[in-house]
């Protein structure tokens, strides 16, 4: 057992799935009990710890966690003075940027944010709701929900909800209306201050976090390899949306080279047939694991 630990915080709940699988694509090997909160990882300089997103930045703050992964809008909840460490967008994992809104029903009277003077609002996330009606000089009382939040309107158990969306899509479901954004979220990695001093520590956070951005840069890209002509390769190399520069060698067959690129997944479905009418030939894509500028 080494005599220097990082401990480390990983999100219980919505969060877990995405950020265990992501650990794992960036090298660290993750055993997680469903009656433990203490997953087991294969590096021995750190100790995980399962919490609910809602409480890592307040006990991250408070020391006793080293760090943890946790979404800004419970950073903002619990008004927690921690280090911003990196913004982990997991885009292939439901933990892209989302948004906490204030919600209406669809034949509400309540038309502006300036309307809810005097209503009574039902949030998770009442603290950050608090602060951004004060912003906006507007006097509503913001009750804590603990479920079902879309339901209480229009059954006059609230006048409005703050609720987290990403498309909008469960709102218009439940025939509600966006009124205006509270705030906006993404995943954080954050970080304790005083163990963002501490040189061990420090220098163990911007490891993880090296390797995590490296594993969620690419998932969104692939790798391309395919031989080509010399004759057809400037043709061909106009076409290639390389990171850089593409990698190109001689092959041992005379008057043809190899090329290898990174693009973009979501451009492949144009670029190979593309990349096909250039005289590309013996194309293969294949996914990357790590990306690291």
Not at 145 to 160: F, M, Y
Not at 192 to 214: C, P, S
Not at 240 to 269: N, Q
Request: hydrophobic letters at 40%; aromatic letters at 6%.
């Amino acid at each position: 057992m080494s005599s220097k630990i990082l401990k480390l915080g990983l999100p219980k709940g919505s969060l877990q799935e995405a950020t265990i699988r992501m650990l794992h694509k960036a090298g660290f090997n993750i055993s997680v009990s469903e009656r433990s909160y203490f997953p087991s990882i294969d590096d021995p300089q750190i100790e995980c710890v399962m919490l609910r997103a809602q409480e890592m930045s307040r006990y991250v703050e408070q020391g006793a966690l080293d760090c943890g992964i946790t979404g800004n809008d419970w950073i903002l909840e619990n008004r927690s003075s921690v280090v911003r460490v990196a913004d982990l967008m997991y885009a292939k994992q439901s933990m892209n940027k989302v948004r906490w809104v204030i919600a209406v029903p669809e034949n509400s009277g309540i038309k502006s944010v300036k309307d809810l003077e005097g209503k009574h609002i039902a949030t998770e996330l009442v603290s950050a709701t608090r602060d951004y009606l004060k912003k906006n000089k507007v006097n509503a009382t913001v009750e804590f929900s603990w479920g079902a939040t879309e339901a209480k309107v229009g059954t006059g158990l609230s006048d409005a909800i703050v609720e987290l969306t990403e498309t909008g899509r469960s709102l218009r479901a439940h025939k509600l209306r966006e009124l205006a954004t509270v705030c906006e979220s993404t995943t954080q990695f954050i970080a304790n201050n005083k163990a963002w001093k501490d040189a061990f520590k420090r220098a163990k956070m911007e490891q993880i976090v090296l390797l995590l951005k490296g594993a969620l840069l690419a998932e969104e890209k692939v790798g391309i390899k395919m031989n080509v002509r010399k004759r057809d390769l400037n043709k061909l190399t106009k076409r290639l949306p390389a990171l850089k520069k593409p990698t190109i060698s001689m092959l041992s067959e005379a008057g043809w080279v190899a090329v290898e690129i990174i693009c973009d997944e979501r451009t492949i479905r144009t670029l190979i047939p593309e990349l096909k009418k250039a005289g590309a030939q013996g194309i293969i894509e294949y996914p990357l694991n790590k990306v690291i500028y």
